[in-house]
């Protein structure tokens, strides 16, 4: 599912707009990946792991019969 950037501005959109588009185009969500913080950060105490956001998120689906 590919969602429209307008004008090439980044524009934040919330995991239910994702979500949603998936299952509005028929599709069964099998499996999310987040990415995780790198464990030389992680081991490094709460600092690094409160301000780490996912750039990416990887979603697989089937499509529905």
């Given at each position: 599912?590919?969602?429209k950037?307008?004008?090439d501005?980044?524009?934040?959109?919330?995991?239910?707009?994702?979500?949603?588009?998936?299952?509005?185009?028929?599709?069964?969500?099998?499996?999310?990946?987040?990415?995780?913080?790198?464990?030389?950060?992680?081991?490094?105490g709460?600092?690094?792991?409160?301000?780490?956001i996912?750039?990416?998120l990887?979603?697989?689906?089937q499509?529905?019969?």
């Open positions: 599912v590919q969602i950037q307008n004008n501005v980044l524009n934040h959109r919330t995991l239910s707009i994702y979500m949603n588009s998936i299952i509005k185009s028929g599709l069964t969500i099998k499996e999310i990946v987040e990415p995780r913080l790198d464990l030389k950060f992680e081991n490094n709460k600092r690094f792991q409160e301000c780490h996912p750039t990416f990887i979603i697989s689906g499509k529905n019969k």
